[in-house]
């Protein structure tokens, strides 16, 4: 199993960014994907998540209205397009798959915003 994460680096307040995580190793449409950011010294926040079936989707407070994810099932990658990004949005995302018990993360890309 495998979960690759793309699309992050530098951009000044106010900027967008599109991350990708190209999923292989496990059926990609049966499972939710999620996103999770971590900042160091700090726990790792749930950020976005898009349900397997009927694409229903979940964000914390703190990107709600500035955050979008989507799901391409036919290329096995769920996009966060990030958009009036905000310094506290500075953070390590990684995206997550659940299969059982255990969770599965990609390696992670780092999405800074500074001006």
């Known amino acids: 199993l495998q979960l690759v994460e793309s699309g992050g680096g530098l951009v000044q307040p106010g900027g967008s960014l599109i991350l990708s995580c190209v999923a292989s190793?496990?059926?990609?449409?049966?499972?939710?994907i999620g996103w999770f950011r971590q900042v160091p010294g700090k726990e790792r926040e749930g950020v976005s998540c898009?349900?397997?079936?009927?694409?229903?989707?979940y964000y914390a407070d703190s990107v709600k209205g500035r955050f979008t994810i989507s799901r391409d099932n036919a290329k096995n990658t769920v996009y966060l397009q990030m958009n009036s990004l905000k310094p506290e949005d500075t953070a390590v995302y990684y995206c997550n798959v659940k299969l059982g018990l255990y969770d599965y993360w990609g390696q992670g890309t780092q999405v800074t915003v500074s001006s």
């Open positions: 190793g496990f059926p990609f449409d049966d499972y939710s």
């Open positions: 898009i349900d397997k079936s009927d694409g229903s989707t």
